[in-house]
Nanobody
Framework: QVQLVESGGGLVHPGGSLRLSCATS????????LGWYRRTLGKRREFFAR???????YYDVSVKGRFTISRDNANNTVYLQMNSLKPEDTAVYYC????????WGQGTQVTVSS
């Protein structure tokens, strides 16, 4: 059974930083590409960052240069370091494999506001 547990969200001022974690189980972690997705109010969930099984990373232009995805294969955990946060980064953040498993965690809320 796939389990994805996101954590680390919160309320932060513009320009601030947060580090999200996603603990996984039930997937072949080290062999999968992993991604972070987010859903803003009234919109569909969108993919924006990816790390391959070999460590190659990709970022959507909206977060490139500010966010860093990383992975810990020993602990089946994927991370997202978010710097220089903007109000438009406010969303619920999710992790999943790429392509996604079809199962989703509860997500973690990130609110960027002054």
């Amino acid at each position: 059974q796939v389990q994805l547990v996101e954590s680390g969200g919160g309320l932060v001022h513009p320009g601030g930083s947060l580090r999200l974690s996603c603990a996984t189980s039930g997937i072949n972690f080290s062999r999968n590409d992993l991604g972070w997705y987010r859903r803003t109010l009234g919109k569909r969930r969108e993919f924006f960052a990816r790390i391959s099984s070999s460590g190659y990373t990709y970022y959507d232009v909206s977060v490139k240069g500010r966010f860093t995805i990383s992975r810990d294969n020993a602990n089946n955990t994927v991370y997202l370091q978010m710097n220089s946060l903007k109000p438009e980064d406010t969303a619920v953040y999710y992790c999943n494999t790429i392509p996604n498993t079809g199962a989703w965690g509860q997500g973690t809320q990130v609110t960027v506001s002054s």
